[in-house]
């Protein structure tokens, strides 16, 4: 059947242009001709491309700009190879990440389209995108002809009502178990395509229907939401509020100005008088909802115990409980079980555990009508939380056992069944799904059943037997934080009960689940598991457990300070400040696997890692020497400042690979594994190969006999043959010349740094400790550094970092601490500054002192000044975390661990070397024993291990904690 023309919006409004197109296209076929075809919205774009093929003579062939392209000349060549097209049309530009640096490269290179592209050229733009182009690339602009696709009022209306109404029901169907940000739901670009929208409208005098408003600044407020600003967002959602609060019963008696129009009239015309879709009430409770959403974000920006923290969770309560009454108003039980666990989630940060309790009972017997598998989960899962708090240990086990029953079987994959199998044998008695599941599990002992035989009728296990359709489900289920979270809960009971290696295997169970999208539910997981290896006395896998916690909570930026431990990059997903994470992190995420730590982000050492960056960007320093102190955060300042900044955007046209080596026992190995990783990181190699090396994957055999220096330059220099900036990164460079002493060998390396100057698009970086500085000028007398005039030591080469201004630490710590919401008193922060100057001949900060005493700190609680000077000053702080770390021994290792740091200082108040040969006759211990002390005080940052011949040394990290140990010893 053949379309009427009237049907066909683009066959009438766009018809002119679109034939126009097509036309320009046939008649430059063979040539090149640059044609913009602007169009701010994709709804239309669409129709008219499908117009556009469908009339055009020539083939057209579509390429699709990813939001990380750089450049578009390049992206185009790599795209059609050595083909010439009979037409091209290109879309995304106005996805692509950075836009400016795509359009300057494309006007440099723009005679290499004419040069190289004999064929029509058409890209899709809108308003922003065309601005940009007038204005960055005259040039190229100056080219092109550009065919304009308007929208008529009545249809961009339609439009705005389709997306508002859209979201609503999609908030609607998916209820609170899974909170999509707005362009999951309406698609990317939509923010800009309201604007144009809006734009339009109010150059041609239109104004927007009240309830369109309304439903607008609904869509306002979730995009507020999603990037943090939860005062705007309140405030939209209250503007919203208020009108479908006004009078319900008359907008739901009139049809709805749905905007369907017969295409290419401009003018409304309506097929049928609908109601309002979702109906006005719904749409109150969905923003009651939202509303309860943002005073939960806000509750979380306070400590438990500040006035603020419970305000804002009442007021959550409140909302969500209108928004519940609406549902039960308007007879909607089925929406009263999609959003009512939220109210539970909120209970529980409340520890209102009575109100908790009777609501996970109502909850349940909802989730079971409307057959909620992850919602009754849930229930049971507050329902044991409750117990736990009550001390039901019982209880609590049988609720958490359903709850585990239940999301095990709804997240259940394909070839990873067994450990599925073993929690489902509680049910069966067996090994699973050819037995009909019991009400409980085979542990509880019959007359433990008949205290809980009001679960009979409403057995979580019930649900698997028929009553709940789980396969259908677990399609779509891949949230894998509520299995932690219901095995922590079965842990904690069996904890309880003295069931210790049953909990153990459970947390194992959900440690292997990985961290999710709930960094605080696995630091959780990670720190009673930990608490379980110390009782059992597995010191090492408490104390491994325990610096993989700190990491996470560091990462995530929940822990304001680190201690002696190393900075790390932050995730790429760290801990959302809402559901809506659109924009979670401040800083630009990275092509590689992280971003600039927050703590770095958050520190004055920022402006440091800006200057790093513009200093390798600069054609004038090809090397940089990074020096100072120990202590001052050298490591620190490239594990978690520099190397993700470099990562996060290109130089030029150039992407940036750092490479980094702080291993040297073995250099030319250790490198060339660096270089093949950093391959992988790039994303512009597949199938690594080197040439002198045999790979597999990442796997590097035959290393010793293949490997050479000149197999490094070579692959180096291929490397910047392949559009990368490589940056050599030497960190700790001091033990270089401790793991390589033969002459030979220096002399050898030495000639590779020399190279490495010498190639194009590469930069080399050393870090190391100042009083180490001189051993460079041994490179010096080797070999001839022309590509720096053989000043290896020259001021412009030399970057130093050191301790904090007492203004740069009063910065730093309230910045940190804000971050991780522990706030100091202000007379605190005066006072712990002032001490943590006082040792300084200068009156300087420590970085390391400020992070050991800031990590005390939080340890304690410690938030005012009254708490500070109670609990002693900064040496005793200082003390206590030494004897935190090395409570983490054992009891019965504290005194060897002890002995260990004491033989580590003098009564001179140096830091002289010890062997472990040295170590060991002094304290008569085993390998085994000695070895775990040494790793522990090694990975705790208080010992440093320096790779010496013919034995490794070990020798304290820090001058200044050589005074508490001698106090302590």
Known sequence: MTNSPLLDPVATHHRDAVEELAWAIAASEGQFLLMLAHCNYAKWRKRVVRKLHKISSVPIREVFLDQSACTLYTTLRQEIGEEQPAALMVFGLESVTDLDELLIATNQVREEFRKNFQFPLVLWINDEVLCKLIRITPDFHSWATTVMFQIPTSSLISNLQQKANSLFSKVLELGASEICPNDAILGAGYSQEIKFALR???????ELPPQLLASLNFVWGREAYGLGKIDVAITHYQKSLEFWQQEPRKHQSKPENNGEILPGLGVPTFRSRKPITPPPREREAVILFHLGLCYCDQAKQYPAGDPSYGENWHKAKEYLEQCL????QEQRPDLVAKFINQ???ILQSLQAWEDLESLAKKSLAL?????????????YGFIAKVALHKSRWQEAYTNAQYANVIITKVTEEQGVAQDREDLLAY???????????????????????????SYQENSALYCLNGVVNIDKISQKYTNKSPVGRYLLLLAQAQQHLGQHSEAISHLERARELGIGDDPKLYLEILETLGTLYWQQKRYQAAFRLKQERLAIAQQNGLLAFIGAVKLKSSQQNPLPQNPLPQNPLPQTKSKGSATVSQAMTASDWQHKVKELVQRIASTQHKLTVIYGQAGVGKSSLLEAGLIPALKQQPIGNRDVVPIRLKVYT?????????ILESKSESLKVEGLKVEGLKVEGLKVEGYKNNLKTANLLDQLQKNQRQNQINILIFDQFEEFFFACREPAEQKRFFEFFRDCLNIPYLKVILCLREDYLHLLLKCARQVDLDAINNDILNKGILYYVGNFSPEEAKSIIYNLTTRAKFYLEDALLDELVNDLAKNEPVGEVSPIELQIVGVQLQTEQITTLAAYRQNGSKE????????????DCGSENQNAAWKILGLLTDNYGTRPFRTKDDLGAELQLSTDHLDFLIELLVKSGLVMKWQQEPDAQYQLMYDYLVEPIRRRC
């Open 666 to 674: 073995d250099w030319e190995k250790e490198l060339g594994k660096r």
């Open 876 to 887: 005793k702080l200082v003390e206590r975390y030494l004897e935190g770390v090395v409570s």
């Open 343 to 345: 109210l539970g989630e």
């Open 427 to 453: 049910g069966t008695g067996g090994t699973g799904g050819s037995k009909k599941f019991s009400y409980y599990p085979a542990s509880i002992q019959a007359q433990q059943q008949q205290q809980y035989s």
């Open 200 to 206: 339009d409208l109010e150059s041609g005098n239109h």
């Open 367 to 379: 989730h079971r009508n409307y057959s909620a598998p992850v919602q009754i989960a849930q229930d």
């Open 325 to 328: 009454v609406v549902f039960e």
